[in-house]
């Protein structure tokens, strides 16, 4: 029985290498300065994004926080117009927006002034307002969807507002707020006449968030869509 031969390089594969290796060393060495450069182009892109932050972004932050300080003592006394505008010593938050605006503190300015302007009844500048408030927790981010439709109740398009109590609640998603965003768009259905959506909206209250305050409330408003039915 003959036996089996292992695979042994020969000369020629051995030359191969060589030479491809022989290629790559010359290529280097050609192109050695712009490997540097290219190296010297990276490490200076990172010096600058790491500058960028260290003394540009995270010092414009905190200046946004402390700017803000006066802007909502106002707001928590219910002075809004000050809370907007400021007053000689201290910025609003409309101020604050415009110089901070990428900041933390600048997007929560931005909820800070709709709410403010919804006090004020300048309603269409709240919607804008909201509309450019930025937040990615859920629960923020549906308070301020609900606010937007409260905005369209207030200027009379019910129909565009119950799509927001309805939006609201899905991004909201918890028996917190969404039985509260629910109730809102019940009472617009029911204002707009559509009694069989009232119905469908109360009764989901009704099965899926058992034990919150609307769900122990929501019997007579089930009944009473009933009876308009």
Not at 4 to 29: G, H, Q, T, W, Y
Request: glycine share 6%; proline share 3%.
């Amino acid at each position: 029985m003959a036996k089996s031969k292992k695979n042994v390089p020969n000369s020629d594969s051995f030359k191969s290498v060589e030479s491809a290796l022989s290629r790559a060393e010359n290529f280097i060495e050609t192109n050695q300065k712009a490997f540097m450069y290219g190296l010297g182009g990276v490490l200076v892109l990172v010096l600058l994004v790491i500058g960028y932050f260290k003394l540009i972004r995270e010092p414009r932050i905190q200046d946004a926080w402390s700017e803000s300080y006066k802007a909502e003592f106002y707001f928590e006394k219910d002075s809004f117009n000050l809370a907007l505008n400021g007053d000689l010593a201290y910025p609003g938050f409309l101020e604050i927006i415009d110089d901070y605006g990428r900041t933390p503190m600048g997007n929560a300015a931005k909820y800070y002034a709709g709410v403010c302007y919804m006090r004020l009844g300048d309603y269409e500048a709240a919607i804008d307002m909201f509309e450019d408030f930025k937040s990615k927790d859920p629960m923020v981010g549906a308070m301020a969807i609900c606010l937007i439709g409260d905005a369209n109740m207030e200027l009379g398009d019910m129909d565009e507002a119950l799509e927001l109590y309805l939006e609201a609640a899905t991004e909201a998603d918890n028996e917190f707020l969404s039985p509260i965003f629910l109730m809102k768009a019940g009472r617009t259905c029911e204002l707009l006449g559509d009694f069989q959506q009232a119905l469908d909206i109360y009764t989901k209250i009704d099965k899926e968030y058992y034990g919150t305050t609307q769900q122990q409330e929501i019997e007579k408003y089930i009944k009473r869509v009933e009876m308009k039915l």
